[in-house]
T-cell receptor, first 116, second 115 residues
Framework: EAGVVQSPRYKIIEKKQPVAFWCNPI?????LYWYLQNLGQGPELLIR????????DSQLPKDRFSAERLKGVDSTLKIQPAELGDSAVYLC??????????????FGEGSRLTVL | GNSVTQMEGPVTLSEEAFLTINCTYT??????LFWYVQYPGEGLQLLLK?????DKGSNKGFEATYRKETTSFHLEKGSVQVSDSAVYFC??????????????FGTGTRLTIIP
């Protein structure tokens, strides 16, 4: 079974440029998450989707970040314009369980962003 | 709000040593508790979990017991191997937080095992 696939693995851009990250979850997983992981820190949730609906985007900085999950399968996270402080690893995860109990999350390898 | 505090690293041990990585939590309700592991160059993966008080999660020789009285979920292994070198994250989810279910992670503990 294929795991969660993310691309690109690495991205280096100059500040004020746009960037996009793509995630393909495990087939059949209805819940998809984007997490932000700063160096030396644990992952922090940016947005959670159940199918194509964003059910928790309270931590997403909406002035520059946007996300979509068309057709409830793969997802794109965009930053425009990028700032120096956005340098981090962007993690995508998926799971089968929705509702009141969070089960096992399957993570991709992450997309490491460096903003110069 | 919910939070997780785990032992700061890095932790360096010799092969076959006993491992403990401390984790304590603060949560409303009765959270589920998890340990995730991130091996070099790989994504995070679930190592073990416990969903109620006194439950013991175990996998790959690692164990952790959900202690409600001390709000702890310490990770232990009796004899570590070089292949256990990784970053370990303690996490919780609060099943009573309907509509806002998510994992809250600790900062991670980097473990290095030397032969």
């Amino acid at each position: 079974e294929a795991g969660v696939v993310q691309s690109p693995r690495y991205k280096i851009i100059e500040k004020k440029q746009p960037v996009a990250f793509w995630c393909n979850p495990i087939s059949g997983h209805n819940t998809l998450y984007w997490y932000l992981q700063n160096l030396g820190q644990g992952p922090e949730l940016l947005i959670r989707y159940e199918n194509e609906e964003a059910v928790d985007d309270s931590q997403l900085p909406k002035d520059r970040f946007s996300a979509e999950r068309l057709k409830g399968v793969d997802s794109t996270l965009k930053i425009q314009p990028a700032e120096l402080g956005d340098s981090a690893v962007y993690l995508c995860a998926s799971s089968l369980v929705a509702g009141p109990y969070v089960g096992e999350l399957f993570f991709g390898e992450g997309s490491r962003l460096t903003v110069l | 709000g919910n939070s997780v505090t785990q032992m700061e690293g890095p932790v360096t041990l010799s092969e076959e040593a006993f491992l403990t990585i401390n984790c304590t939590y603060t949560a409303t309700g009765y959270p589920s508790l998890f340990w995730y592991v991130q091996y070099p160059g790989e994504g995070l993966q679930l190592l073990l979990k416990a969903t109620k008080a006194d439950d013991k999660g175990s996998n790959k020789g690692f164990e952790a017991t959900y202690r409600k009285e001390t709000t702890s979920f310490h990770l232990e292994k009796g004899s570590v191997q070089v292949s256990d070198s990784a970053v370990y994250f303690c996490a919780l989810s609060d099943p009573l937080n309907f509509g806002n279910e998510k994992l809250t992670f600790g900062t991670g503990t980097r473990l290095t095992i030397i032969p």
